[in-house]
């Protein structure tokens, strides 16, 4: 009696000094639709590296490029579903969380990073990573990817060049309608098959950092890349409300701290990736890059601003002059 007694406590002590051992760790997946080897691609893994080294068996992180969990038009319907924890969507895909984020996508709005970097560091800007609360997402960082430049299969150096060729976007009213005022015909389709479009002719041009062009391999189906700068491709990590709120306060404030480096080594990757892979492209020699004379940006700039005054309602004019005033 005493040994079975003896053997059920020892049991139970095992249970017990076992049970934090085999907790499981909470999972993070987070979910892109980029190549590894671009700057969300590289923020992403180096996001896993640190939580890895800082939260061993507390925190994983699975990390899935590429659309293979799910596109930018679907991730963020899974990541309120809790089917992924973590995602880094361009800004333009959040035009049902919030229409303020649009104020990203209008054309000619930033001069350089500089100016962009300036803006979303600004109380305006950190302002905006809260404008999908409501939703019930957190908005926990800006990353970068660039200044979006024009491809197609002919020379574009005015806005006329561009009239009723098709432009593949993403879906972004405000991408539209800048297309649109080109005489451009835009149609809103996921990254993932932009390659299968253009080597089909399925479509004409479309828009673009570096990094995304050289990565996916678009230049070696687009005679032709303008280096407008006309735009802004950056992207919001995020995550859901019920997630990040239900982690325990010091694990949340150490993928905070890991995240928050991680976004600033991508961000650095962006900077360095825009030059190196522009000159990788123009080395292979299969696109032609078309610099604009000042004469000619003009062009653009005065066909394409207008659209600025068409989203002030939705956007807010004091966020736009905030924006605007970040380039001085």
Known sequence: MRLRLLTAVLALAAMVMAGPLAAKPIIIKFSHVVAENTPKGQMANKFKELVDQRLAGKVEVEVYPNSQLFGDNKVLEAMLLGDVQMAAPSLSKFKR??????????????????????????????????????????????????????????????????????????????????????????????????????????????????????????????????????????????????FWMGLPDDVRAEVKKALDEAIAFGNQVAAEKAVADKQKIIDSGRSEVIELTPAERAQWVAVMKPVWKKFEGQIGRDLIDAAYNANK
């Open 97 to 242: 969380y919030t229409k303020k984020l649009q104020l990203f996508d209008l054309p000619f709005l930033f001069k350089d990073m500089t100016a962009v970097e300036r803006f979303q560091k600004s109380p305006a800007g950190q302002q905006l990573l809260d404008s999908v609360n409501r939703k019930g997402l957190v908005g926990l960082g800006y990353l970068h990817n660039g200044m979006k430049q024009l491809s197609a299969s002919r020379p574009l150096r005015v806005p006329a060049d561009a009239k009723n060729l098709k432009f593949r976007i993403m879906s972004s009213d405000v991408l539209a309608a800048q297309f649109e005022a080109v005489g451009g015909v835009p149609l809103k389709k996921p990254f993932s098959e932009v390659f299968t479009l253009l080597q089909t002719k399925a479509i004409d041009g479309q828009e673009n950092t570096w990094s995304n062009i050289y990565s996916k391999k678009f230049y070696e189906v687009q005679p032709y890349i303008t280096e407008s700068n006309h735009g802004l491709l950056d992207y919001m990590v995020v995550t859901s409300r019920e």
